[in-house]
């Protein structure tokens, strides 16, 4: 069984909060849990209260092997858990791109080969023009 540290959807509409959880990562989004860790309440005003966790649970949870999601990864950091499973992108220059849009490399157009007896369509016009 895969577990995944994931947040819940809860709350009226336009007044959403998130509990935290680990669930097993086939089920939905608001489907079964296999145990509560937290909340996160977007709107709190207070950000010390904002996102609640028992951080001893969730380090045990990524100890064991669960994978938490980019979300619950970030509010993780935040709150001070470190550890190797949580995956935020590096500080630092992001990856330039193959090649910008604008400055996209055209392929050299080749002329298609004629065959060495046959002229060429310019040379031809003139010549039947001449009678």
Not at 5 to 25: E, H, P, Q, V, Y
Not at 51 to 59: E, G, N, V
Not at 103 to 124: F, L, N, R, V
Request: proline fraction near 9%; charged fraction near 35%; hydrophobic fraction near 35%.
């Amino acid at each position: 069984m895969s577990v995944k540290l994931r947040l819940k959807r809860m709350g009226r509409s336009n007044r959403s909060f998130f509990r935290l959880n680990a669930i097993d990562s086939r089920s939905p989004r608001d489907g079964r849990v296999i145990e509560e860790l937290g909340f996160y309440d977007p709107r709190a005003k207070d950000t010390a209260k904002q996102f609640i966790a028992k951080l001893d649970r969730c380090k045990h949870w990524l100890d064991v092997g669960a994978v938490p999601s980019e979300t619950v990864s970030s509010l993780l950091k935040k709150s001070g858990l470190d550890h190797k499973q949580l995956r935020l992108p590096r500080p630092g220059k992001p990856k330039p791109a193959a090649a910008a849009e604008g400055e996209k490399k055209e392929p050299e157009k080749k002329q298609p080969k004629m065959p060495e007896g046959a002229a060429a369509p310019e040379a031809a016009a003139p010549a039947a023009e001449t009678k």
